[in-house]
């Protein structure tokens, strides 16, 4: 068993918070174990929960849309949540939940040890830049911004954006999110 294949076990196995008891799957993540980038959402929504992977909804094929528009493939990148089950009605995960399942997730970045973190929506950025030593402000005002940060003993530059479902409803969220791709794309060409 590789260290990521032990983080998926325990994972699927959980049930250190009391998300649990509502999921069909649990969902580590998936995707490139030598990814440059590494993308953080929020926790499983109902298609994610059913199927057992990230990003498989609406706003999963929206990320996928932004991802191939500036010429990244989904294998070529990592992807997972702050939260690894789906919270009731898609509410928002509650501190003590994001406080619980977060050592999985500092287990993953540890192994992908990306050059390139992106968080999508608030409780990404909330959990990551605070993390990284950096205070955080409103998602309008630190999106599409380039953090050079220290995290988890290695350098990577965390780049906060919108939530692809805010997106989904919202023209001027999707006009800045893909901006903020295309930011990442420049970053990732500018720093190979
Ligand atoms: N929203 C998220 O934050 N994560 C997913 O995996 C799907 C939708
Ligand atoms: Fe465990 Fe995280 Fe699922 Fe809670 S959300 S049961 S901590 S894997």
Same mark, same amino acid.
């Given at each position: 068993?590789?260290?990521? #294949?032990?983080? +998926?076990? #325990? ?6 918070? +009391?998300?649990? %008891? ?8 998936? @995707? ?8 953080? @959402? ?21 990320? =996928? #849309? ?9 294998? +070529? ?11 009731? *009605?898609?509410? =928002?995960?509650?501190?003590? #939940? ?14 992908? *040890? ?19 030593? $950096?205070?955080? @402000? ?18 990577? $530059? ?17 006009? *800045?999110?893909?901006?903020? $791709?295309?930011?990442? %794309?420049? *970053? $990732? +060409?500018?720093?190979?």
């Amino acid at each position: 068993l590789d260290a990521m #294949e032990a983080v +998926e076990v #325990e994972v699927k196995a959980c049930r250190k918070c +009391e998300l649990w %008891r509502g999921r069909k799957n649990a969902v580590p993540g998936e @995707g490139n174990l030598d990814a440059t980038v590494m993308f953080i @959402g929020e926790a499983p929504g109902y298609r994610e929960d059913v199927k057992g992977q990230p990003f498989v909804g609406a706003a999963g094929k929206l990320l =996928d #849309e932004m991802l191939s528009r500036v010429g990244f493939s989904r294998d +070529e990148v990592y992807i997972t949540n702050v939260v690894k089950c789906r919270p009731p *009605e898609n509410r =928002d995960p509650l501190p003590s #939940e994001i406080e619980t399942c977060t050592p999985y997730l500092d287990r993953q970045i540890r192994i992908i *040890e990306p050059k390139f973190i992106v968080t999508l929506g608030k409780h990404a950025a909330s959990y990551i830049l605070p993390k990284a030593g $950096f205070e955080t @402000g409103s998602i309008t005002e630190i999106h599409g911004r380039v953090y050079e940060a220290n995290l988890l003993g290695f350098k990577v $530059f965390i780049i906060p954006m919108y939530h692809p479902a805010a997106a989904l409803y919202n023209a001027k969220y999707k006009d *800045e999110l893909n901006r903020d $791709f295309q930011l990442l %794309r420049l *970053e $990732f +060409e500018r720093r190979r």
